[in-house]
């Protein structure tokens, strides 16, 4: 079992910068792949960005390369999401989830946290 717990989230002005930490627990956490997804309201939930469990493969969103970097801290079992040059289009709930890169399968899921760029 692993718990996913999101933070970082907040209200922020076009053009600004945020980092997203999702701390994983759970004996087996850190042999997982991990993903950030995002949920607009009224949008369905959309694939951000994907790091496997050695850092050695790491995808991305179109709508998010050049501005996002995902990056992961196994010492401490954490994945972080640095988000730059953010726009309003990126207003969203963004999620922190742990799978298998290979099948793009993802079993565990965090609460999400909010995610708001004014104009």
């Known amino acids: 079992q692993v718990q996913l717990v999101e933070s970082g989230g907040g209200l922020v002005q076009a053009g600004d910068s945020l980092r997203l930490t999702c701390a994983a627990s759970g004996r087996t956490a850190s042999n997982y792949a991990m993903a950030w997804f995002r949920q607009a309201p009224g949008e369905e939930r959309e694939f951000v960005a994907a790091?496997?469990?050695?850092?050695?493969?790491?995808h991305y969103a179109d709508s998010v390369r050049g501005r996002f970097t995902i990056s992961r801290d196994n010492a401490d079992i954490r994945v972080y999401l640095q988000m730059d040059s953010l726009k309003p289009e990126d207003t969203a709930i963004y999620y922190c989830?742990?799978?298998?890169?290979?099948?793009?399968?993802?079993?565990?899921w965090g609460q999400g946290t909010q995610v708001t760029v004014s104009s």
């Open positions: 989830a742990a799978g298998i890169l290979a099948i793009f399968e993802w079993e565990y």
């Open positions: 790091i496997s469990w050695n850092s050695d493969r790491i």
